[in-house]
T-cell receptor, first 114, second 112 residues
Framework: SQTIHQWPATLVQPVGSPLSLECTVE??????LYWYRQAAGRGLQLLFY??????ISSEVPQNLSASRPQDRQFILSSKKLLLSDSGFYLC?????????????FGSGTRLTVV | KNQVEQSPQSLIILEGKNCTLQ??????????LRWYKQDTGRGPVSLTI?????NTKSNGRYTATLDADTKQSSLHITASQLSDSASYIC???????????FGTGTRLKVLA
């Protein structure tokens, strides 16, 4: 069966510090991978998605970047965090080749920038 | 513009009561619709997925309906439990793309 892992679960970082959140999927190959951010009491905002190694599509301009160094690894990064980067970050995967198979979310990372 | 709107924004019910959450979408072309449950501080968990040819789908005490003509879906929760307290999110897949369109969710609180 497929599983998605996301870490860390909680992170407190000072303004101006770098960020690296990691997401990995097991049990499948060539998944589509997504990063979302959810502000407190708000809906999910798509940040990035990737349909293959090295392929990154950005949905909104921001202080963040994403990379996909391996087939089942998706990394969200920032060189210098802003207060506005605080939020709940979620990784998700699906298989486009099978229609909308999957679309399972990770457990999320609560990021607080202080 | 592809949009998904949910109502009500929040809902409070007593344990044991039933409730119905609404989702209206303007997504085109439509492929499928999912309902997710999101506990506070957790990732969303899929409850149901429905394609345009399906009218009703159940998952335990959760029953989702879909009217592809009017572009409306509902999620009915029967005999609510305290553990049903969560946000419920309606999500529509845009056919031919890699993206889902998310509703802003309904926050349900079940009181003892």
């Amino acid at each position: 069966s497929q599983t998605i892992h996301q870490w860390p679960a909680t992170l407190v970082q000072p303004v101006g510090s770098p960020l690296s959140l990691e997401c990995t999927v097991e049990g499948t190959s060539n998944p589509n991978l997504y990063w979302y951010r959810q502000a407190a009491g708000r809906g999910l905002q798509l940040l990035f998605y990737s349909v293959g190694i090295g392929q990154i599509s950005s949905e909104v301009p921001q202080n963040l970047s994403a990379s996909r160094p391996q087939d089942r690894q998706f990394i969200l990064s920032s060189k210098k965090l802003l207060l506005s980067d605080s939020g709940f970050y979620l990784c998700a995967w699906n298989l486009f080749s099978r229609g909308s198979y999957g679309y399972t979310f990770g457990s999320g990372t609560r990021l607080t920038v202080v | 513009k592809n949009q998904v709107e949910q109502s009500p924004q929040s809902l409070i019910i007593l344990e044991g009561k039933n409730c119905t959450l609404q989702c209206n979408y303007t997504v085109s072309p439509f492929s499928n619709l999912r309902w997710y449950k999101q506990d506070t501080g957790r990732g969303p968990v899929s409850l149901t997925i429905m394609t345009f040819s399906e009218n009703t789908k159940s998952n335990g005490r959760y029953t989702a309906t879909l009217d592809a003509d009017t572009k409306q879906s509902s999620l009915h929760i029967t005999a609510s439990q305290l553990s049903d307290s969560a946000s419920y999110i309606c999500v529509v897949w845009v056919s031919g793309t890699y993206k889902y369109i998310f509703g802003t969710g309904t926050r349900l609180k079940v009181l003892a």
